[in-house]
């Protein structure tokens, strides 16, 4: 999978988290730092963009714990489309707070079980943020069977 189709996947389930949380975001279109990086990197303006998505949806979530609580798979779905090594500790961090982190961690083992290979890689990056164990023999057997 492409870097860009990647970011597309992380911006489209953010897209509709913040949908489902009824808020809007709209970073600023004339960072000039922006324009400077997407001379070296052209996906810099669509990452830039995510993560000021991340942010807001966090703000809100971290906020209020019934609001996560209540769009627990959106905020689950958007956190297994983040391949990102650091960025996924924001929405984890959220949900661990408003539906404890053994339940998280379930979602993940399931993602893990049955995700595409794009979702699985990411909800083993997500394992970290989830105050979760990485010996853990549930999520080893889970890697082992995904092929991670």
Known sequence: MTPAHRLDRQEHSLDALLAA??????????????????????????????????QTAY??????????????????TALVH?????????????????????????????VLATGTPYERACAAGAWHWADADPGDPRYRAAITRSGE
């Open 59 to 76: 703000r809100a979530l971290a906020a209020d714990r019934a609001l996560t609580r209540a769009h627990e798979r959106e905020v689950l």
């Open 21 to 54: 949380l009824g808020l809007t975001c709209a970073p600023p279109d004339d960072d000039p730092r922006v324009t400077a990086l997407a001379a070296r990197h052209p996906h810099y303006p669509q990452y830039h963009r995510i993560g000021h998505k991340r």
């Open 82 to 110: 983040d391949d990102d090594p650091s960025s996924p500790r924001w929405l984890a961090a959220a949900l661990v707070t408003a539906v404890g982190a053994r339940r998280l961690q379930e979602h993940l083992l399931t």
